[in-house]
């Protein structure tokens, strides 16, 4: 195999690129100036050793050697409220709309409709484990915030039911976002209004 087929085949793994594409991206590679592609592979190996994952809310942050992103560590977050995302997009995009001021919790992705093996797909029991622990220093509620995708509402639907003796037993409230989304929108490109909206409408 040759050098331009292998690294089409690292490009043509990441999300929504398909093998054209991902020889696009070989082939502007080879086209531009050795500056950039030196500039280029530093910032990968800086991304690796720099970034790191926040260990209250499992989002990717630049550590600086600190266990806690921003938005953990600020006084300014409401910890009565905990959203619970798929991905670290959604987070960015909820948090740069400037609708929400609580906490965050990445899932890591959405429980499968067909498979059993759910603790591997998903930080099911690092969520709960966040949740009590928030549930001891003022936590109200706790907002699932998924895509409105058939994938999606069985997440809901399956974190309803493991947090349902929590809730019991704490008084917490699960809701869901406000169904201002459509179907099938993705929470990383909704737009803020949308988002405002989905937020106060929640149930």
Known sequence: MSIIDRLSEYFAHFPGIGERQARRFVYFLLRAENGYVKDFLESIVALKKNVARCK???????????????????SATDQSLLMVMEKDSDLENFAQSGTYRGRFFILGGLVPITEKDTEKKVRAKELLAAAQ????????????????????????????KILAPLSIKHGLKISSLGRGL??????????????KNALKNRS
């Open 56 to 74: 209250s809310c499992f989002r990717f942050f630049e550590s600086a050697d600190k266990e806690l992103c921003a938005l953990c560590a600020s």
């Open 182 to 195: 459509s179907t099938g929108a993705e929470l990383e490109y909704t737009d803020p209004d949308t988002l």
């Open 133 to 160: 622990s928030a549930a001891a220093s003022g936590l109200k509620e706790i907002i699932l915030a998924f895509a409105a995708s058939p994938q999606g509402e069985h997440t809901e639907s399956y974190l309803r």
